[in-house]
Each structure stands twice: as structure tokens, then as C-alpha cells.
């Protein structure tokens, strides 16, 4: 192998950036890399020193949301400005004019720009009123009149007995007032969507989240809410992944002030709330949408097929355009500025990275993947200049990146060459887990290839892990519960009745493979709603092919507020693990170290915030004094056991036990001592521990604590 030496680091200064590469033996193929990513972050320097010269400010152009669309005037008159440069002419029609089409004619400017003044009323009131429904028409080189809805509107509705959305002036008198939590020193996430947040079939609103779900998350311990599906989607059964108004809130779940009451009140919880931000796509529709907005199939896109996805059906962004750049980067600080979000995940971004979009190519983890001309130079500075943004102007907020491709420096700052995100989606683990419970007998588990999924990622990229996510449990698939237990939950998941052997290893096994994921897999933890508990079945919106059901598209809870069930054991078990870390914090505490991996007795051991965790996957044999090597001498005792009553267990392990360490070296550990536990043939059940050392492993607020297992 050619082996470059470079004992030097070079410097580009740059106004307040620095870039950073450090050279020391290089291939050569990491020493093009590096170059690579130093062209990439010249590019980003470039593009932000045009739009720092030539639109009054980084700051001025990244809230083009308060100058485009319609804004209110001194003296109650409104300004519209559009950008439409393929069109011939721009006429205004709604409620205000009586639908006259051709009466409120804009004005063209340089570079395609639209505008139009309107005076308020005689009474000094504005010519249009909050709730109004308006409409831009389009005249195209043609000739052809279309009627559209700004990209700026920011909402939007629709009528039972109408295909399209209305555009609706959005003007109320009492703007909200937000409040931020600190940023969490780690992320425990519970994903979520407001439609399907009620056990009713029916879709379901941001009061009934505000009301119903988020005291559940409090009350679990997730300090993050990451909300999907709220941008305006014309088709529900796309998830919200079709996104046709990019700037208003779904309409669907309810007013824009009921989804700012929802962020106002998970913040008064300490509860920090992501969006779900797809700008790697756009709907295709053309009267609800930006497809064709100005007569054109450009505009905000490529032209032909280079402006379609052939997977998903719809328009991919000219992120090299410097309209569509005002238009992306104005719609993160809108939902910042305007509902209080505290930041990002970012869907689908490995179709933005590549010209290929993915499709059709497997990923080895070859430097020559990542870095090419197959690479989308012009999406890539994008998304710098999306973090860039959002970490300049708000310090606090978080970004996350959904890459199923695993670019290497996606997490890295940008002043190192990397494209700024906070943290990546270990998107191989939910994958793994499923591939086992279809695939593999208990007693064939690979515990070398689990533990080498969930802590084989990049060193110093943060990742977000996961046992499932919604990506799971979509129509196709099923929940990891489901897969465990399937048609018995209908059956037997009451406490009134002895547990089936089914129910025992399902139960035990979704506790094991949560809570390994949630301490062994990353940086930070997420979990989909529902799956705390063991969620049965699948997701499946509404759509011709179920009869336009909502049987799928919904989440039970009415299943965990039954005493008598089950399911409230796994939720216990869940909220007592959350709250484990946010006493110990094991996820920001660096790398775990595993100093047990035993094929033959399917034992796990691993140290973590100096907690030791033990977990037995046999699906038959128990252990008594079983070694285990630990690095700090103490008195250990038990923190977390999945085989108390209340979390489903059978109670075979004395809660008070307490293990104290002797200074005999074990498995390259300092120290060690003797530990029982149990796995019983007849039930197939799998037990783990999590172990404190009273000496060393002092919580946050500096006193030991054994955590209580309430129920709610």
C-alpha cells in the first residue's frame, strides 16, 4: 500500500471560518479525499461570500420569508412579491376581488420577480382579510392561464368535496410567544406523527397531541418530540413525504396556532421538538404545489429528467440555483423563527448526495463511494450551507441526517471539510434487528455480529440509534413487537392469564433488544410511537387498496392504559430505561467497552458512564458464578433488571443483591466478580442486568439511586 507522509496542517482563513486538515500517513486515496472535501468547502466559501456581497447579508437572505409570499405594510397595506421567471404575466384573484382573474396584475422585476401593492381599505383596515382565500394567476409564454398557490403560503386547506388545496390568508392578531429548553446533553427521541397519535380511526389533531400524548412523553423520559408529516402534504398516505406547501403547517391536524400551542407546551415540559424536513424531494402535484409553478417544469428544479425521482415520483431541487437557495434556507429559519422548533432531522439526504440518488447501488464503505463526480457538488454545499445557518444563527438547534449511504464526514464540523450535522441515523441496526427475527433461530443469534452492528460507525460522527423506527413498522413489515409475538398479542397479553411461551421470550426479548440498542448503539436513542410498549401490527394509511381504512393508521394507547395488559409492563420497563440514562448519562459518556462477547453462552458484558451492563441471550441455559470483569473496584448493586414482575419478568433475581469486586484481573480488566443469572428452557426466557457501582457511578445530582418500578 503507498503510504503518503505529511507532518504539516494546512490553514485557509476565511472571515470567521477556519478550515482544518490534518495529514499524517495518508494513502493516496485519502490524501485525494481530503482535497476533495477541501474543493467541496471552497465551494461552500464561495457561495456564501456571494450571498454575504450581493443580498445584503447571510442573515437578510436566509429570511427572504419575511419579503416574499405576502407581507403587511406600514399603514396596513400588503406586498406580494413571487419569483416566477418563466412566466409572461402574474395577476392576484380570491375572495377580495371577487374572483376577478386579471384585475390585480403584478409588476415584473429583474430576474424573474413579481410584485404587487395592495392599499388598505378606506377604514385603514388590509384589502384582505385573515381567512381569505387567494390565488395566483399564471400566464405563461403560451398564453395558457394557470392558477397556483405561492411556494411562500403559509396555509393552506382543502374541502371534503375538493381534490386540490386553497390557498388562506393566515393573518391573526396574537402571535405566540415560545420558550426553548436547553439543549439536552443527549437526545432521547420519540418520533412521532399527530394524525395517527389517537387509538380512534380517524386523524387525529395537534390539540389532541398537546393534550394526550406529550404527558406520556414526559412522563417516559424522552426529552425530544421529532414531529413528522407536519409540513403540508396533498396525499396523507404519503407520511408527509410528498410535500406540496413547504411553509405551512398541515392543515389536516389543525390550525397553525394549535401546532404552536403543541411546541409551547412540550417546551413548558422540557421537552425539545425536532421537524422532519424533506428538501431532498417535492410533491409533483402542479396546482397544490411547486411542480410547473411558473408554466415550466423548472423553476424550482432541474428540467427533465434530471429534475425527476424515478423511485419516488417527484421533483429533486436545483440546489445550484440561487432562487431555490433563498427558497430551502428561508423555510429552516421559518419554522425556528415562526413555530419554535429547536432544530432538524433531514430525510432522505443520501438521494441529495448523489447523482444516482442511491438507487440501484450498494455501498461498501469505499472511499471511492463517497467522493466523485457521481457526488452532487451543488447539494452537498447545500446542505453545508443548511448547517452553516442553522448552528451560525442558532447556536442551540440540532441537526440530523437520514444517509443510508454513510458518507463519511457528514458529521463532521464544516471547518473541517465535513458537512456540519450534529448527528447521522444508524440506519443498519433497525435493519439488523428485523433480519434476525426473520431469519434466525434463538439459538443461532450471532452475538459477534450484533455487537459489531450496533458500534461499528465513524469515531467522533455522532449517530442516533434504533431498534425500529416508523421505517419498520410501514405496511410491508410490521413492529419488532408484532414480529415477536404476532396473532398471540390479540390473545394473550393479559395479566390475568399465566404466560404462553410466545408471549415470555417475546416480551423478554423486546426489552433486551431495547435496551442493548439504547446503551451499546450510539449517541443518542430514538423510538417511534407506540413501540415502547410493544405496539402490534403495522402502519397503513388510507389509501384505495385498504378501502381507505384508518383501522392501520393509528396508535393504541388504549392497549397501555389497560391495567390488566401487558403492555404496560414493557412501558414501564421503557420509561425506567429512560430515565436509568438521563440519571447516568450512558449515551454521552463516550464508547462502550465490551469485555464479554461469548458466542457459545450468548453473553454480552460491557462497561458504559461506569455502569456494567450484562445481558444473557440463551435462549435455554442459566448461568451461576459467571466472571465478569469490570475496570472500577466497588460494591456494585442493581439498577435495572428485566426480570422484576412489574416489567414482565418472574422475579427470580433479589433486587437488593449486591456484588462487590475483587481486585483479580479478568478479560484485561483490573477487576472482577461473580454474578448469577438466569434463562429457563420452558419459557425461553432471556434475562439482563443493568449494574451500578455504588463507589463510583454517582448520578447527575450526585446520589446513588436505585430506581423505583412504578406503574402509571
Known amino acids: 500500500m503507498e503510504v503518503l507522509l505529511f507532518l504539516h496542517r494546512d490553514i485557509i482563513y476565511s472571515d470567521d471560518i477556519e478550515f482544518k486538515l490534518n495529514y499524517l500517513f495518508l494513502t493516496k486515496l485519502e490524501f485525494l479525499v481530503s482535497l476533495f472535501a477541501k474543493v467541496l ?21 436566509t429570511q427572504s420569508y419575511q419579503s416574499y409570499g405576502v407581507q403587511m405594510q406600514l399603514g396596513g397595506g400588503l406586498l406580494f412579491r413571487e419569483w416566477a421567471p418563466g412566466a409572461h404575466a402574474l395577476f392576484l384573484t380570491g375572495d377580495f376581488n371577487a374572483w376577478e382573474k386579471l384585475s390585480n396584475p403584478f409588476t415584473p422585476k429583474a430576474f424573474g420577480k413579481w410584485e404587487l401593492s395592495l392599499p388598505p381599505k378606506a377604514d385603514g383596515s388590509p384589502a384582505i382579510q385573515h381567512l381569505s382565500k387567494l390565488k395566483l394567476v399564471i400566464k405563461t409564454k403560451d398564453g395558457e392561464y394557470l392558477f397556483r398557490i405561492s411556494p411562500w403560503a403559509k396555509y393552506v386547506t382543502k374541502t371534503l368535496d375538493s381534490v386540490t388545496y386553497d390557498w388562506i390568508h393566515w393573518d391573526p392578531p396574537h402571535p405566540y410567544k415560545h420558550q426553548r429548553p436547553l439543549r439536552p446533553r443527549c437526545l432521547r427521541i420519540y418520533e412521532a406523527h399527530v394524525g395517527i397519535a ?9 390539540k389532541n397531541f398537546t393534550l394526550d400524548v406529550l404527558p406520556r412523553v414526559k412522563d417516559l423520559g424522552y426529552n425530544c418530540i421529532q414531529l413528522m408529516a407536519v409540513l403540508e402534504h396533498a396525499y396523507y398516505a404519503s407520511f408527509g413525504y410528498q410535500v406540496t406547501n413547504f411553509f405551512a403547517a398541515s392543515s389536516r391536524f389543525g390550525t397553525p396556532d394549535d401546532l404552536k400551542a403543541l411546541v409551547d407546551e412540550a417546551h413548558s415540559l422540557g421537552i425539545t421538538v425536532l421537524l422532519d424536513m424533506v428538501h431532498s424531494h417535492a410533491s409533483s402535484n402542479t396546482e397544490d404545489g411547486l411542480n410547473h409553478f411558473d408554466g415550466t417544469d423548472s423553476c424550482f428544479f432541474h428540467a427533465g429528467s434530471r429534475g425527476e425521482h424515478s423511485h419516488w415520483g417527484s421533483r429533486l431541487f436545483n440546489y445550484g440555483s440561487w432562487e431555490v437557495s433563498r427558497f430551502l434556507l428561508s423555510n429552516l429559519r421559518w419554522w425556528v423563527d415562526e413555530y419554535g422548533f429547536d432544530g432538524f432531522r433531514f430525510d432522505g439526504i443520501t438521494s441529495m448526495l448523489y447523482h444516482h440518488h442511491g438507487i440501484g447501488v450498494s455501498f461498501s464503505g469505499s472511499y471511492s463511494d463517497y467522493f466523485g463526480m457521481h457526488v452532487d457538488e451543488d447539494a ?17 438547534c440540532i441537526t440530523i441526517a437520514e444517509d443510508v449511504s454513510g458518507m463519511p464526514g457528514l458529521c463532521r464540523p464544516i471547518q473541517e471539510g465535513g458537512l456540519g450535522f450534529d448527528y447521522r441515523l444508524a440506519m443498519a441496526v433497525p435493519d439488523k434487528w428485523i433480519q434476525i427475527l426473520k431469519e434466525v433461530k434463538d439459538e443461532d443469534w450471532d452475538m459477534w455480529n450484533i455487537v459489531h452492528t450496533l458500534t461499528n460507525r465513524r469515531r467522533g460522527e455522532d449517530s442516533i440509534c434504533y431498534a425500529e423506527s416508523h421505517d419498520q413498522a410501514l405496511v410491508g413489515d410490521k413492529s419488532l413487537a408484532f414480529w ?18 410466545v408471549i415470555d421470550r417475546g416480551m423478554q426479548l423486546h426489552k433486551l433488544i431495547r435496551l442493548l440498542t439504547h446503551s451499546l448503539g450510539g449517541e443518542g436513542y430514538l423510538n417511534f410511537m407506540g413501540n415502547e410498549f410493544g405496539h402490534p401490527e403495522w402502519l397503513d394509511f388510507p389509501r384505495k387498496g385498504n378501502n381507505e381504512s384508518y383501522r392501520y393508521a393509528r396508535r393504541q394507547f388504549n392497549l397501555v392504559d389497560t391495567e390488566h395488559l401487558r403492555y404496560r409492563q414493557l412501558y414501564a420497563f421503557d420509561r425506567d430505561m429512560n430515565h436509568a440514562e438521563d440519571e447516568y448519562g450512558w449515551l454521552s459518556s463516550g464508547l462502550a467497552v465490551v469485555s464479554t462477547l461469548d458466542q457459545a453462552d450468548k453473553v454480552i458484558v460491557f462497561e458504559r458512564a461506569k455502569l456494567l451492563f450484562i445481558f444473557n441471550f440463551h435462549p435455554s441455559i442459566s448461568y451461576s458464578h459467571y466472571r465478569v470483569a469490570v475496570q472500577h473496584a466497588g460494591k456494585y448493586k442493581i439498577l435495572l433488571n428485566s426480570d422484576e414482575v412489574q416489567y414482565g419478568g418472574h422475579g427470580r433475581i433479589q433486587q437488593d443483591t449486591e456484588f462487590c469486586s475483587e ?35 454517582l448520578p447527575k445530582n450526585g446520589n446513588h439511586t436505585i430506581f423505583p418500578s412504578l406503574l402509571m
Open 484 to 501: 415477536l409475538m404476532d396473532k398471540e398479542m390479540y390473545t394473550n397479553m393479559s395479566t390475568l392469564i399465566a404466560m404462553t411461551p
Open 380 to 396: 452537498v454545499v447545500h446542505l453545508m450551507l443548511s448547517n452553516y445557518t442553522l448552528h451560525k444563527l442558532y447556536p442551540e
Open 41 to 61: 468547502y471552497r465551494l461552500f466559501e464561495e457561495r456564501l461570500a456571494w450571498l454575504e456581497k450581493d443580498e445584503g447579508g447571510f442573515d437578510q437572505f
Open 663 to 697: 481486585p483479580l484481573a479478568f478479560r484485561n480488566r483490573p477487576n472482577s466478580f461473580l454474578v448469577s443469572f438466569i434463562s429457563v428452557t420452558f419459557t425461553d426466557c432471556k434475562v439482563k442486568f443493568l449494574l451500578v457501582n455504588s463507589s463510583n457511578a
Open 198 to 206: 389517537s387509538p380512534r380511526e380517524e386523524i387525529a389533531s395537534y
